[in-house]
């Protein structure tokens, strides 16, 4: 026999809104008593609660300073953090108990039974100090200078009072304590500035006599400046010698063209810029020529070449003479002879101007040579100076910074003291009254606001109750949840019925009863449609016709035999021969319900000491409803051993020869839960279907008639005593059954 997997479904839906109202609604003893009850404490409350008065002011607390000087530690001048720091610890000493008792005592004599007479100021100045509240007011992310302060109190005047005495104290306080600690800062600075001045003259009389020892202002700075020349000098030099090497080169160019020493070029330079040489050289030349050409005619002894001779040797000694007068003193290596003086005083032009360069070469050479020898001297001058600075300048270092440190202190120190001065006479803190102390207004007991207190807490806490209790109750209440708990297929769903009488039920079931004038028409309508459809989707669910089915529940008084008779009727409707059978032998209905006489049935044909009897035939009862024609055997006498009789062979036989006579045999079984005869008759028939009320069985219960189920062939579930009327009601009307169920006349003619 083919088994159904029976197992819960998982993919539960989630909860609505409208699920949670119906949760509600059905603990509403839970959720409006805790209501009630929340609202009868917090109106007990209200009506307990002494009245509290509550006054408030606002202050403007602005240092006159920025930061805070720090006149505690050993370093004068030093900074704390911020003024932010400032405000805090101003709120931290402005609700500090000692300033409270003080408080207090001036109230005292303003309100003399502000303390109980046994109780101490301390005490009384503690009561106090938990009604008080400051802040510090802020403007969006940035804090503000302003202080607001609070006091709670069960007398108003007192209220305002004690805010008014309280801001008193304080200033009082602060104006002491700031001028104190500035005459201490004020005198410590006095003292270290009168310290300072006089290490300061030492220092600055020791870097005089430096400075007027070594001819020095800034030893540091001339270094620079020596260095920086002794650079320029170097490189000066260096540029002195590249241009020596240039001109050198020219030089020996120059000597090497004239094939001559530079002092014989000089010489024949000399006398070639001398017009007056040039003349007579030229006319001595003359001559020459003349007598060369005299001699190749004549001998010498003519008189004519002895003129001549003559002639020439006394341009000679006019040209010797002036050799004389042009260089002055003549060289050793000079040759006054004829022939020297013809090739040597006179130059031509390109021999000339060698000779011109060759002297500028000399000239400039001499010159680089002593500008040279200038520089070095020069530059040895510097180095030796420049040697000397480094003894100058660290001693130079170790006077000039202790007088500069100490020129920097007593600048700090007298613009600390400055500081102090202006401070002490503007008195510290600046305080003004941005929002004066009222008088108070009663905060306590608000009666509106603490019964909407109790209304939310009812509400939250009667919700918790709630579906706490909903939580750890199992019953399943609507169809929805019994597809959640089962894997079976809901078959169908079937209305509440008020009673289950015989003619009530058959009533319902019957459509020629159910007649336009009769009040169960059109409210029964929806009922025996369900049944309907039940029936139709169990066809549609098995692919082969049922021969047998089992009609069974998890607990007692489910309605499975209401659904027995619904399907047999259904079954009857749509031609088919139908038998239906009370096999319920624990607790027989089915013949209460169709208002017949259980004398003799199943029973009797099973019991073992009745053989005789069973071999005769027990014919079922046979109906006929609205046309509808359904046999039904009920269970008979009540057996002592009702599973010995179900699980006999012959009750085997009974179901064999019913589905061979019928076209659907069903069977009213007992509950599964406790029990094994319906689970009995389970594997004898074909298939099964379990119905489960609403609002009675419980998840328990369906997991263990699954758990049983599961071994037989169970072809679904149907929800018994749904409650959902008025979405029922909507679904009829929208599809028209409403109008049927008034003509039921025409539905059977056609």
């Not at 004519?304 to 000679?316: A, K, Y």
Request: contains cysteine; hydrophobic residues 40%; aromatic residues 6%.
């Amino acid at each position: 026999m083919q088994t159904a997997q029976l197992s819960p479904d998982l993919n539960k839906t989630e909860i609505g809104y409208g699920q949670l109202l119906t949760i509600l609604m059905r603990r509403l003893v839970w959720f409006g008593g805790a209501i009630v009850v929340a609202v009868g404490i917090a109106i007990a409350l209200t009506l307990k609660e002494e009245p509290t008065y509550q006054s408030s002011m606002q202050l403007l607390v602005e240092p006159n300073y920025r930061q805070t000087v720090d006149i505690t530690g050993q370093q004068a001048g030093r900074r704390s953090s911020s003024s932010q720091t400032d405000y805090a610890t101003q709120l931290n000493l402005m609700r500090s108990k000692s300033f409270v008792e003080q408080t207090v005592e001036q109230l005292q004599t303003e309100y003399p039974e502000l303390c109980g007479d046994s109780e101490t100021l301390a005490d009384c100045a503690s009561s106090f100090q938990r009604g008080l509240a400051l802040s510090q007011v802020s403007e969006g992310d940035a804090k503000t200078g302003i202080f607001k302060a609070t006091f709670k109190a069960q007398d108003p005047a007192i209220a305002q009072s004690f805010l008014e005495t309280l801001g008193y104290v304080y200033l009082s306080y602060n104006q002491e304590q700031q001028e104190q600690r500035l005459q201490r800062g004020l005198a410590l600075v006095n003292q270290q500035i009168e310290g300072v001045q006089a290490d300061l003259a030492v220092s600055r009389e020791a870097l005089k006599q430096f400075r007027e020892a070594e001819n020095l202002i800034d030893p540091e700075q001339q270094s620079f400046t020596v260095a920086e020349s002794l650079r320029q000098v170097e490189q000066s030099n260096t540029d002195v010698e590249s241009q020596f090497l240039d001109v050198q080169a020219q030089y020996n160019a120059l000597q090497e063209q004239l094939s001559a020493d530079p002092q014989t070029s000089l010489i024949a330079s000399r006398l070639s810029q001398s017009s007056r040489y040039q003349q007579l050289l030229n006319a001595l030349q003359e001559t020459e020529l003349a007598l060369e050409l005299r001699r190749s005619l004549y001998a010498d002894a003519d008189p004519g070449v002895q003129d001549l001779i003559s002639q020439r040797e006394g341009q000679v000694l006019l040209l010797q003479g002036e050799v004389e007068r042009v260089l002055g003193q003549i060289p050793e290596q000079f040759d006054l002879a004829e022939t020297a003086l013809l090739s040597q005083g006179q130059l031509g032009d390109i021999d000339l101007a060698l000779v011109s360069s060759l002297v500028e070469a000399t000239v400039s050479l001499q010159s680089l040579t002593a500008r040279q020898t200038g520089l070095e001297q020069a530059a040895q001058e510097l180095q030796s100076q420049l040697d000397e600075f480094p003894s100058l300048i660290a001693e130079y270092d170790r006077i000039q910074p202790e007088a500069q440190i100490q020129q920097q202190s007593l600048e700090k120190l007298l613009q600390l003291r400055q500081e102090l001065s202006n401070e002490l006479a503007q008195g510290g803190f600046s305080w003004d009254i941005v929002e004066p102390s009222q008088l108070g207004e009663q905060i306590a007991p608000q009666p509106k606001q603490n019964l909407l207190l109790g209304i939310v807490a009812g509400v939250f806490i009667g919700g918790a109750l709630a579906f706490g209790r909903e939580a750890i109750d199992t019953v399943v209440r609507t169809s929805d949840e019994l597809k959640q708990q089962v894997a079976l297929p809901l078959l169908g769903v079937i209305p509440e019925i008020p009673a289950k009488k015989a003619d009530v039920l058959l009533s319902i079931l019957d459509s020629e009863r159910s007649s336009d004038g009769s009040p169960l028409a059109g409210q029964w309508q929806p009922f025996r449609d369900a049944i309907d459809l039940i029936y139709k989707t169990i066809q549609l669910t098995n692919t082969q016709p049922l021969s047998s089915l089992l009609v069974t529940s998890a607990l007692a008084k489910e309605g499975k035999t209401t659904l027995a008779i619904g399907l047999a009727l259904s079954a009857a409707r749509s031609h088919q021969r139908v038998l239906l059978i009370d096999a319920n032998f624990r607790n027989p209905s089915l013949h209460q319900y169709l208002g017949l006489l259980n004398i003799q049935g199943l029973s009797t044909q099973l019991h073992p000491s009745l053989a005789r009897l069973n071999q005769t035939k027990i014919s079922p009862v046979s109906l006929s409803y609205a046309g509808a024609r359904i046999d039904v055997k009920l269970t008979g006498a009540v057996p002592d051993d009702p599973m010995k009789l179900l699980s006999s062979h012959q009750m085997q036989q009974v179901l064999d020869r019913a589905e061979a006579s019928y076209d659907l045999v069903i069977v009213d079984a007992p509950a599964i839960s406790g029990l094994a005869d319906g689970l009995q008759l389970a594997s004898l028939c074909k298939a099964s279907v379990l119905v489960s009320r609403l609002d009675r069985i419980t998840q328990g219960d369906l997991d263990h008639a699954m758990a049983m189920l599961s071994q037989v062939n169970t072809i679904g579930v149907v929800a018994n005593w749904h409650r959902e009327s008025s979405r029922t009601e909507r679904l009829y009307d929208r599809n028209g059954a409403a109008k049927v169920s008034r003509e039921p006349e025409m539905i059977w003619r056609n």
